[in-house]
């Protein structure tokens, strides 16, 4: 095998005056002097042994040496700059931390598994979940806490670009032995003189809900609240009253004890989505997680809610 003893600096130097046809152009877009550069191209002319260039005061161009050269100088470099690219990418894909934002509901019902499958894909990455109210996942995504949010809302937000993924309707929970537990639906009108159960008016699902509640002419009254869905939930399960709430937040476990009733005329829906500060690049690995996301959305769908 003949030995190679150019260097890529010098293969690089020739590209750019064969491209240019000047060497002053070429010491220019490389950011060399012109005798730096001629230095370059004449080690490359001595290892080689031949001529590549022939250069006159006005013109330079190749030789038939040069011709035959310069293809194979330039596959040269391009297989080494994609080979310098898959090699970053797989450092991206082995080490680092991936920060997801979401809303606690879809942190405990459609995450994990996604996570779980991720993991075990890529077992030397670290994943972090920061499972927050709907305002606080949209503020750690807009500050970079967060590299990517998982919630209903944002896609307002001038910063914020929103992939819609699916959308999520509301249902009536209330307790096994309430007198409305029979019922498969139930009309939002139905409930006035109802007291009921809520989150606190500083959530995003109780401005919606109050919201439609304000249309009514005759409406339910939100006697009870709590900050957060697990006091909510306590609180329906002690008999105090009937909550509306998201789909997703109504567990497997949870309906042993508790019934969802679809809400009609109106029904309330929200539609859930990816959110990233707009114009974000993604990296292999993070659009790796975002398909994943996406496919499980579509798998995991709430039975009854609409594409």
């Known amino acids: 095998m003949a030995r190679i003893n150019f260097e890529l600096n010098e293969l690089q130097a020739f590209i750019a005056v064969a491209d240019k046809s000047s060497f002053k152009a070429a010491a220019e877009a490389l950011y060399l002097s012109q005798p730096a550069l001629s230095r370059r191209i004449d080690r490359l002319e001595q290892a080689l042994q031949v001529r590549l260039l022939e250069r006159t005061t006005r013109s330079v161009r190749l030789t038939g040496e040069g011709v035959h050269f310069l293809q194979h100088a330039q596959a040269v470099v391009e297989e080494l700059e994609a080979a310098m690219h898959g090699l970053g990418q797989r450092q991206q894909l082995r080490c680092g931390m991936l920060t997801i934002a979401s809303i606690p509901s879809v942190a405990q019902q459609l995450l994990p598994e996604v996570l779980a499958a991720f993991a075990r894909a890529h077992p030397q990455h670290r994943l972090r979940v920061l499972d927050e109210n709907a305002q606080e996942v949209l503020a750690c995504v807009l500050d970079g806490r967060a590299d990517l949010g998982i919630n209903f809302v944002g896609g307002e937000d001038p910063g914020i670009d929103f992939l819609p993924l699916l959308t999520e309707r509301y249902l009536l929970v209330v307790r096994r032995d309430h007198p409305l537990a029979s019922r498969s639906r139930v009309r939002l ?119």
């Open 189 to 307: 009108q139905e409930l006035a003189g109802e007291k009921l159960v809520s989150v606190s008016p500083h959530s995003s699902n109780r401005l919606l809900l109050d919201h439609q509640l304000a249309a009514l002419a005759e409406r339910p009254q939100i006697y009870y609240e709590a900050n957060h869905l697990s006091g909510v939930y306590g609180m329906v399960l002690a008999g105090m009253g009937p909550v509306i709430v998201p789909e997703l937040s109504l567990t497997q476990a949870q309906r042993h004890m508790l019934v969802g009733i679809e809400i009609s005329e109106p029904a309330l829906s929200r539609t859930l989505g990816l959110i990233q500060r707009k114009g974000s690049h993604n990296s292999p690995l993070m659009q790796q997680l975002i398909d994943q996301l996406r496919r499980a959305f579509q798998q995991g769908q709430p039975q009854g809610v609409a594409d």
